[in-house]
Each structure stands twice: as C-alpha cells, then as structure tokens.
C-alpha cells in the first residue's frame, strides 16, 4: 500500500512509511529526503498547471505496482480520530487505519461539501467559465453517453466531494483513470485555456473533481464508497469560502 502525497515545495510529511511524498511542479528543489517525481517514466509532468494533482493520478495509474494507492495532498489529509499519526498537531488517518477501512469499503474519497445554496452547476459556471461547462457536458455525451445522465444528477445536486482524494485498489483506480483521462486530454486539444489567467488554467484539475463524483454515482450498486472527514494542516478560513461563494453566487464576480 502506497498512499502519494502531492506536493511542489517543501513541507513537513508523515512518519508513516505508507506515504510517500510526490512532486510535481517541476521545481528542481528537494522537497524531503525521499520522494518521487511525477516527471520520470510514462508521466504528463508538463500539464500540471493545468491539471494540478492529475499529474501525479496519472504517474500513480502508469507507474505504481502496489496493490492499494491512494492520492493526498501535502496539506490535505483524511482525518482520524486516533493519535497515532499526527501532523502539525492535526489527526491524520494512517496508512494502517485506511487499510482496515478498506475491509469494509472498496473506496475512501472526501466526504462531500454542501453548498446548500446552489448547484454544482451553477456553482462551476460562476466560478469558471460557461464554455468549459458546455464542452465537458458534450465531451461526456460524445465519449460516453450511457455517463450523461450521471453527470446532469451530479451537477443538478449540492453536493460535491473535491480534492480528488482517493484509496482504494489500484485495480478500481485503474478503471476511472481509464475513463477520465481520455475525457479531459480531448478537452485539452479543444479549450483555449492557455490565454486563461493562472488560476483558470487549472480548468482540468477542478473538471475532475466534478468527474470523479460523475464516476462514482454511475458507480452505485457496484461498489461501496466512504466518505472521509478531510484536514487541512494549515486550517481553512470557512467564512471567506462562505463569502466567495456568495459572490459568485449573486454578483457573478469570479
């Protein structure tokens, strides 16, 4: 069992030799002792600005040889309520605890976020661009059109779970990066997104959060999903999240 921690910079990682830190970024400094690099062997390193973590999903499904993988980030955590593995003082979940959750569940993601407020929908096509939204919606109908109505119950939800965060057999892994990727490298050949603003331009890392939840749903009946409590070492600031959200919500200010 390897859980990979994706990072670009240095940082304090866990004890716990189930979690191996994974950088991306192509920042030539080390970031810890031991790592490994999204950028060797069969990898798409030099997509990370726009596909964020997805660089080091896709070093994961076409390099990894563990039987279970999972995917963290170097300040995001599935938590624990146990002392046994702490970070900064924060609970994390050890790779031991996952692997015993693993008993009971085929796969651990990010327990959802309710933006009460508003849809999935509405919420990426305020905060991103419409363009994308459409073109994802059609690259589904024209890739995998038995998905469709999968991805219209998602987006027509409030509930989303992000991040990309995941542990589970690299087996079932392997089949929703099969299903992703071909997915959003048709979208990179059709959006313009070089001329987007830094932040925009990570267009394939937040299509893929809405994706996985696509995946999963299509999922049900089929395998069993758990939903995990996330930290975030540095802690979140909820009240200026809650003031985005409105923003974008009611001003359209992106």
């Not at 992703?180 to 997104?193: D, H």
């Not at 939840?213 to 299509?218: C, G, P, Y």
Request: net charge positive.
């Amino acid at each position: 069992m390897k859980v990979y921690v994706v990072s670009h910079r240095e940082y304090e990682f866990p004890s716990d030799d189930g979690f191996l830190p994974i950088k991306v970024g192509g920042n030539p400094k080390e970031i810890c002792n031991k790592y490994v690099e999204d950028s060797i062997g069969d990898n798409i390193a030099p997509l990370n600005p726009s596909f964020c973590e997805l660089t080091a999903a896709y070093w994961i499904w076409k390099n990894s040889q563990e039987d279970i993988v999972g995917l963290a980030h170097y300040r995001r955590y599935f938590s624990s309520s146990s002392d046994d593995l702490k970070i900064k003082n924060k609970r994390i979940a050890s790779t031991a605890e996952l692997k015993e959750l693993l008993v009971h569940a085929d796969i651990l993601v990010a327990k959802p976020r309710n933006y009460y407020i508003t849809t999935i929908k509405n919420h990426y096509i305020h905060a991103h661009h419409l363009s994308d939204y459409t073109q994802l919606r059609d690259e589904i109908e024209l890739q995998c059109p038995a998905y469709l109505k999968d991805f219209d119950d998602v987006m027509a939800g409030k509930k989303i779970s992000l991040y990309n965060m995941f542990v589970c057999k690299k087996s079932l892994i392997d089949d929703y990066f099969s299903w992703l990727f071909p997915i959003l490298f048709a979208l990179e050949r059709k959006i313009n997104y070089q001329d987007y603003d830094a932040y925009q331009k990570r267009v394939f890392g937040f299509m893929a959060e809405r994706l996985f939840n696509v995946w999963l749903h299509h999922q049900r009946g089929q395998i069993s999903v758990k939903y995990m409590p996330v930290v975030n070492l540095d802690g979140e600031n909820l009240l200026l999240k809650g003031i985005g959200l409105l923003k974008r919500h009611f001003w359209s200010k992106k």
